[in-house]
Nanobody, 124 residues
Framework: QVRLFESGGGLVQAGNSLNLSCVVPGRTFTVGWFRQAPGKEREFVSGIGWNSENTYYRDSVKGRFFISRDSVKNTVYLQMNSLEPEDTAVYYC????????????????????WGQGTQVTVSS
């Protein structure tokens, strides 16, 4: 198992931005960002393929969130712009050695490595 380290969460007002970071040891990982709000199931937010060519987003964050990878720093970022109160949740980084499809990348069960989560709170 690989230990992941997330950072960048916080409390912001609606309309502002946050940039989450996830250190993922090694380059060949598919990485996903998920979030879980109180009383709700964990949901897919964004993912990046192991070769960084393909990126994926849930519909509600398209055009606001952007995922990227710095292979030198072994870090995957989630730039979150125009944040809304509905984005409030604990955000988790997940990684897998598997190559995934645009469908499977959205399933939490596909990932064997998870971070501890970082809280994002957006006030109205």
């Amino acid at each position: 198992q690989v230990r992941l380290f997330e950072s960048g969460g916080g409390l912001v007002q609606a309309g502002n931005s946050l940039n989450l970071s996830c250190v993922v040891p090694g380059r060949t990982f598919t990485v996903g960002w998920f979030r879980q709000a109180p009383g709700k199931e964990r949901e897919f937010v964004s993912g990046i393929g192991w070769n960084s060519e393909n990126t994926y987003y849930r519909d509600s964050v398209k055009g606001r969130f952007f995922i990227s990878r710095d292979s030198v720093k072994n870090t995957v970022y989630l730039q979150m712009n125009s944040l809304e109160p509905e984005d409030t949740a604990v955000y988790y980084c997940a990684a897998s050695r598997a190559k995934m499809t645009r469908i499977s990348i959205r399933a939490p069960k596909q990932y064997e490595n998870w971070g501890q989560g970082t809280q994002v709170t957006v006030s109205s």
